[in-house]
């Protein structure tokens, strides 16, 4: 039995996630081809593989796939480029804080799937619309953290700054920003994973393409094995996207390994 919190090597790391993945599959396969579980509620896996590759390969699945990454990408980035810089705000002048801390912590806690029918009228069911919805329930959340996390920036190293003869403006710029940007980063990867969840629900109503009006369409035949499929590639396109993004905040900010 290991002992907490000691680390484990990145080869057992990989073959622990690996394995359960596969005792997943198995006890999915075992419930659905032992008969176990009808295949009308939930597909086998064998049936789950042949439907993906029917969509891949005779109904454009691959451009679903490349619409409902865009807007994700799309409402993330929306956000990111509003959340960050307010956040850095709020965090660095109490004043800005106490003015707009109340509202961001109301409005974080409102599910971005309600403001579904405001959007359709406000905007349409185009993809302005389901932008909105990605940004919505992703930009207060970063707002809040990232204001936390400047918030709690070392007074030692902004001390030293002013004794160095540094402005306000300086200490933000120059200590504030830089001391807290690998934790800015991990919050924007964190919050890319939450984006990936608002995005069936921007697709759910009034679109014609898309990972969840895949889902939604396959519903009403009764496909759950295409239902999985999609499922299943959304979750791993959100775990590249997050491998990724360790990678480049690791390229960024190696120092913080440390």
């Not at 929306?78 to 800005?96: D, E, Q, R």
């Not at 700054?161 to 690998?182: E, H, M, Q, W």
């Not at 919050?191 to 369409?217: F, K, N, P, R």
């Amino acid at each position: 039995m290991p002992r907490p919190l000691e680390p484990v090597s990145q080869g057992t790391r990989v073959a622990l996630g690996i394995s359960f993945f596969v005792l997943f599959f198995a006890a999915w396969a075992f419930a659905t081809l032992g008969g176990f579980v009808s295949r009308t509620f939930l597909a086998d896996p064998i049936t789950m593989v042949q439907d993906g590759w029917l969509l891949l390969t005779r109904f454009g699945f691959l451009n679903d796939i490349g619409v409902t990454v865009w807007r994700v990408v799309g409402g993330f980035v929306l956000a990111a480029l509003v959340a960050v810089p307010l956040g850095i705000m709020m965090g660095a002048y109490k004043s800005f804080e106490a003015f707009l801390e109340p509202f961001v912590s109301f409005a974080r806690y409102l599910p971005a799937s309600a403001f579904v029918p405001l959007l359709i009228l406000w905007a349409g069911i185009g993809e302005m619309q389901k932008l909105l919805v990605i940004f919505i329930g992703s930009v207060f959340q970063i707002i809040l953290m990232v204001a936390v996390a400047v918030g709690n920036t070392r007074r030692d190293l902004v001390e030293a700054a002013y004794t160095l003869g540094s402005k306000d403006r300086g200490v933000v710029r120059r200590v504030l920003i830089p001391a807290n940007a690998p934790e800015i980063a991990e919050i924007l990867r964190l919050v890319l994973g939450w984006a990936w969840t608002y995005v069936i629900v921007a697709e759910l109503i009034g679109s014609s393409s898309g990972i969840g009006h895949m889902i939604i369409d396959s519903q009403a035949l009764l496909a759950t094995g295409q239902m999985i499929f999609g499922i299943i590639v959304i979750g791993v396109i959100g775990l590249i996207s997050d491998f990724l993004f360790k990678a480049l905040n690791r390229s960024l900010f190696p120092w913080r390994l440390a």
